[in-house]
Each structure stands twice: as C-alpha cells, then as structure tokens.
C-alpha cells in the first residue's frame, strides 16, 4: 500500500497520515508535486493498493491530480484505489470524479471517503469559523476515520463516499457546473502584492513550482493548482487568489 496526496495547508496531508498508519504503519507517503512524479510514477507501479488524496476544490478534483492521472494512463491497471477528498463544507461527488478516470484507466475503485475538515480559503471570509469550532471539526474527522480504519482492518469493508450516480448529480448540480471555469485547468489568478518581500517560501514550496523570485520578488506563472499553500505560509500576507487580502492563515498546525 502507497499513499499519495495533494495538500496545501495540511489538512489533506493529516487524514491520510491518520488513516494508513491505522491501516499500514510501513506504508510509504508521497506528497504529489511536479518534482517527483517519476518517482510518484514508479512507486504506483511497484504497489497494488494506493490511496488518493487531495482537497476537494468546487466539487471537483484539483486539476493538478486530474492532469497526473491523465498523463500517466498506463500505471493504473489493474490497481486497486481508494480515494480520499477532504472538504471545508461540501463535497458532493469529489472522490467521484477521481474515479471515474482512473475506472477509465483500468483501477478498481475500492471505496471513497469524503471528510470534512477546517476551511483552507484564507483570501476569504466564506466558511470561517472561531479555533474552537475548528478543533470540533478535526476531532470529529479523527474520529470517523478511527472508525472507517476499524471496519477496513476487521470486516473488509471500504465505505463508497461519493462515488455513486446520485452523489455525481448531486456534485454536479450543486457546484460544478457553476463553477467550471474555476477548476477546468490552471490558474493565472494568483496575485502578488507589493508587500513582498522576496523570501522565496512560496517559491520553495509550491508544488507546481509555479512561483519564482524574479528581481526581489516573487513571480507568478500560470500554473497554480490552488493548492494555498504559498498564501497560508506568506508572512506578509502579499498572496491572493480568489479574494483581495488575507483573512487569516489557515495553516493546519494552527489548530493543534
């Protein structure tokens, strides 16, 4: 068994940590970025079981993990996934839409998990909620994947969180549609004030390595899977995406 998983600001990254090291302490964990594919791509080949996860993005999968799957269609196979979105409200059908390419591909959807997690959006208001209510939302998270773990391990049983037909209409219909434009590929929103400083964190961790110091400052390309990794770790709050300014760092440590 192998995970790998797209996570920003470590939301993603805490709940497939949790799971396999109920399911399978040695399981190795690789984060999903355009420096190790290859290396993503080999362990996939070398494993029959992998867990995928990554952040649920207008009931969608972020494009980042969408263009992975598509481009690499051979390694699938005969492979058994088990998908894992997490979600600051609503999900719908985001493992759904996971699964069905990867079913395209020739992978045996062995279930799907959908949990619900703080919200990663810091550039907005939407969904805040006080650190308490955060701490709730993550001790309820633990608890069903403790839950979800113990029925794997005892009865064999992988629950089917949003991969059914209705779970696809509902995904659909309730923000997919709407939202589209947002999710269809790439984006070249990120904004970069002039609060920069030039640090180069953002550039060191985007996964896409979309982000680069030019001149003092940091530079966008048109790349960025919206992943709010470079926005939650700015220490001048200069990085935006889908508001004007920073709300608050969403950070997941910052809840625990």
């Not at 005969?78 to 609503?90: I, L, S």
């Not at 709730?136 to 089917?160: F, H, M, S, V, W």
């Not at 949003?162 to 549609?177: M, N, T, Y």
Request: hydrophobic letters at 35%; glycine letters at 8%.
């Amino acid at each position: 068994m192998i995970g790998i998983y797209m996570s920003g600001t470590g939301n993603t990254r805490h709940c497939i940590t949790k799971l396999l090291g109920l399911l399978d302490p040695k399981a190795e964990l690789i984060p999903l970025s355009s420096v190790n594919e290859r290396r993503i791509v080999e362990k996939i080949q070398q494993n029959d079981v992998i867990v995928l996860a990554y952040p649920t993005q207008f009931s969608n999968v972020p494009f980042m993990v969408r263009d992975f799957i598509h481009r690499n269609p051979d390694i699938w196979s005969g492979k058994k996934v088990f998908c894992m979105t997490t979600m600051g409200a609503f999900s719908g059908d985001g493992t759904g839409c996971s699964a069905r390419p990867l079913r395209k591909h020739g992978a045996e959807i062995i279930g799907g998990m959908q949990i619900r997690m703080p919200d990663a959006v810091c550039d907005s208001k939407l969904l805040k909620k006080s650190l308490e209510e955060n701490r709730r939302i993550i001790r309820e998270a633990d608890q069903k994947i403790e839950g979800i773990a113990k029925d794997i391990l005892e009865n064999g049983k992988y629950p089917k969180e949003g991969i059914s037909f209705p779970a696809h209409v509902i995904g659909l219909l309730g923000q997919r549609l709407w939202f589209h434009g947002k999710t269809n590929g790439y984006s070249r929103k990120l904004k970069i004030s002039d609060a920069c400083v030039g640090c180069g964190l953002c550039s060191k961790n985007c996964p896409m390595k979309n982000l680069m110091i030019q001149d003092g400052k940091a530079v966008s390309r048109d790349r960025c899977t919206m992943c709010y990794q470079c926005i939650s770790t700015c220490p001048k709050h200069a990085i935006t995406l889908l508001g004007k300014e920073v709300q608050e760092q969403c950070r997941f440590e910052k809840y625990v």
